[in-house]
Nanobody, 115 residues
Framework: QVHLVESGGGLVQPGGSLRLSCAASGSISSIFVMAWYRQAPGKQRELVAGINTIDITNYADSVKGRFTISRDNAKNTGYLQMNNLKPEDTAVYYC?????????WGQGTQVTVAS
């Protein structure tokens, strides 16, 4: 059994920063991909950022230059540094990992950007 525990969400003013963390625990083989998705009310879940085993990253156009994804393989932990946050970044953020056997999702953490 694999568990993903997200943390770091909250309420922040426009222009502010947050850092999300995703800690994976349990029987994990290799984590091929770690990613963050988000889902705003009334919208579909969308990919925000992803990182693979050789640290190649990709980002949604809407967050390029503001968000940075990283991972600590020794700790099976991923991070999403979010800077210059905008109200349109408000959503539930989900951690996702792809392993050799299956995919896993975290429970989600709320990020609210409002003044």
């Amino acid at each position: 059994q694999v568990h993903l525990v997200e943390s770091g969400g909250g309420l922040v003013q426009p222009g502010g920063s947050l850092r999300l963390s995703c800690a994976a625990s349990g029987s994990i083989s290799s984590i091929f991909v770690m990613a963050w998705y988000r889902q705003a009310p009334g919208k579909q879940r969308e990919l925000v950022a992803g990182i693979n085993t050789i640290d190649i990253t990709n980002y949604a156009d809407s967050v390029k230059g503001r968000f940075t994804i990283s991972r600590d393989n020794a700790k099976n932990t991923g991070y999403l540094q979010m800077n210059n946050l905008k109200p349109e970044d408000t959503a539930v953020y989900y951690c996702y990992i792809r392993t050799a056997t299956r995919d896993y999702w975290g429970q989600g953490t709320q990020v609210t950007v409002a003044s």
